[in-house]
């Protein structure tokens, strides 16, 4: 079945450092979208990459979706606390209809 | 985006004992997900529970274990039966967001605690 890999499983960071977690699935997906938790919370819908080569922005937050749709990353530029939480992607096959998710990158931030 | 209300919050059970979660939605949804979140994992799809059919569960999900109702477009119930300490974890209800475009909306899950 499809698997979704991300690294790294944990990032601390210094406020205002960069960081970038990095998604990796074994077959080609149809979509792919970056979800975030906070502690203790529940997942919160990001944003969701379509095309080919594709790159969106929104504010610190750069994202990517690879040229052969399997690969995507998430580039946080200049960190703050409020950045902290788990950082999950989803792979969507339509064929299979749903979301699997990778296993996530915990991020803290140190102010 | 949806608002998706699910309860309990949290509760602590005894083992061998069963729970059931609800989940509403403020629309009418076709399909409902739940997922399973153990302690610091990802999520991990339970089953699709669809309206006026059966619900179609993943690899490594039985009926018999875990339960869940569809009575309308709005509301599904899951159930942990015969609970034990590995069933705990977090369950969340989700649902694609209005533009059926594949986003999910997650509800503030259910923290079930297994003694």
């Known amino acids: 079945g499809q698997q979704v890999m991300q690294i790294p499983q944990y990032q601390h960071v210094q406020e205002g450092e960069d960081f970038t977690t990095y998604c990796n699935s074994s077959?080609?997906?149809?979509?792919i979208q970056w979800y975030k938790q906070r502690p203790g919370g529940h997942p919160v819908f990001l944003i969701q990459l379509v095309k080919s080569g594709e790159v969106k922005k929104q504010k610190r937050l750069t994202f990517q979706f690879g040229e052969a749709k399997k690969n995507s990353s998430l580039h946080i530029t200049a960190t703050q606390t409020t950045d902290v939480g788990t950082y999950f992607c989803?792979?969507?096959?339509?064929?299979?209809?749903?979301?699997?998710f990778g296993d996530g990158t915990t991020l803290t931030v140190k102010p | 985006s949806a608002v998706i209300s699910q309860k309990p919050s949290r509760d602590i059970c005894q083992r061998g004992t069963s729970l059931t979660i609800q989940c509403q939605v403020d629309s009418q949804v076709t399909m409902m997900f739940w997922y399973r979140q153990q302690p610091g994992q990802s999520l991990t799809l339970i089953a699709t529970?669809?309206?006026?059919?059966?619900?179609?569960?993943e690899s490594g999900f039985v009926i018999d274990k875990f339960p869940i109702s569809r009575p309308n477009l709005t509301f599904s119930t899951l159930t942990v039966s015969n609970m034990s300490p590995e069933d705990s974890s977090i369950y969340l209800c989700s649902v694609w967001g209005r533009a059926n475009t594949g986003e999910l909306f997650f509800g503030e899950g259910s923290r079930l605690t297994v003694l």
């Open positions: 077959t080609t997906l149809s979509n």
């Open positions: 529970a669809n309206q006026g059919s059966e619900a179609t569960y």
């Open positions: 989803a792979g969507i096959n339509t064929n299979a209809g749903k979301s699997t």
